[in-house]
């Protein structure tokens, strides 16, 4: 990494955690009760390639409706946040970069007693900041207030997100981003 980065942004669903078979569960119960459209695994792997406001049209689900659905999904989050794993290696990720003397956030639109929960203590103590409840298009906020907080200079924040939102909040809050592959967006969706 980088000698000039002092502070690493992470998002974490799809990022750090691997919540992936934790959304194919949820939803079919969510969209049942908001009446939008349950997607099939063939979907899901079509609708990879695009963006968020993209994907909310596909489902027919009205804009009005998502703070609903999200707020919603975050409780189901909760119940269930013991069967949600990290993805191997995010352990030993977070724990080599403190230890090289980094600052550690998580900027999420996931509650942070949740985040916390799927972390575990040792690895939760490690994240010095957490930017958590962010609206779904609101994560560009979140990652201001949490660099401010830190007191890092913005040239020398990297944020690392798996989402075209993320990349998009990142660059709005005027921030180095970079991507996971094994998160929900492609590479040619976030490269774009």
């Given at each position: 990494?980088?000698?000039?980065?002092d502070l690493v942004i992470?998002?974490?669903?799809?990022?750090?955690?691997?919540?992936?078979?934790?959304?194919?569960?949820?939803?079919?119960?969510?969209?049942?009760?908001?009446?939008?459209?349950?997607?099939?695994?063939?979907?899901?792997?079509?609708?990879?390639?695009?963006?968020?406001?993209?994907?909310?049209?596909?489902?027919?689900?009205?804009?009005?409706?998502?703070?609903?659905?999200?707020?919603?999904?975050?409780?189901?989050?909760?119940?269930?946040?013991?069967?949600?794993?990290?993805?191997?290696?995010?352990?030993?990720?977070?724990?080599?970069?403190?230890?090289?003397?980094?600052?550690?956030?998580?900027?999420?639109?996931?509650?942070?007693?949740?985040?916390?929960?799927?972390?575990?203590?040792?690895?939760?103590?490690?994240?010095?900041?957490?930017?958590?409840?962010?609206?779904?298009?609101?994560?560009?906020?979140?990652?201001?207030?949490?660099?401010?907080?830190?007191?890092?200079?913005?040239?020398?924040?990297?944020?690392?997100?798996?989402?075209?939102?993320?990349?998009?909040?990142?660059?709005?809050?005027?921030?180095?981003?970079?991507?996971?592959?094994?998160?929900?967006?492609t590479r040619r969706a976030?490269?774009?």
């Amino acid at each position: 990494m980088d000698a000039r980065i002092d502070l690493v942004i992470f998002d974490f669903d799809g990022t750090l955690a691997d919540s992936t078979a934790w959304a194919m569960r949820a939803v079919r119960p969510l969209a049942e009760r908001f009446k939008f459209k349950a997607v099939t695994e063939d979907e899901i792997a079509m609708l990879r390639g695009r963006s968020s406001r993209e994907i909310i049209a596909y489902l027919g689900l009205p804009l009005w409706k998502v703070p609903l659905v999200a707020a919603q999904g975050k409780k189901m989050m909760a119940a269930e946040a013991h069967s949600i794993p990290l993805f191997s290696g995010t352990g030993d990720l977070l724990r080599s970069l403190s230890a090289a003397g980094r600052r550690l956030a998580i900027v999420s639109s996931n509650s942070e007693a949740t985040i916390r929960s799927i972390l575990g203590p040792d690895l939760a103590v490690l994240v010095n900041h957490f930017g958590c409840g962010a609206a779904i298009f609101g994560k560009a906020a979140k990652f201001r207030s949490v660099v401010k907080a830190s007191g890092v200079a913005k040239d020398r924040v990297l944020c690392i997100g798996d989402e075209t939102r993320d990349i998009e909040a990142a660059r709005e809050a005027g921030l180095a981003c970079g991507a996971v592959e094994w998160g929900y967006a492609t590479r040619r969706a976030l490269a774009d």
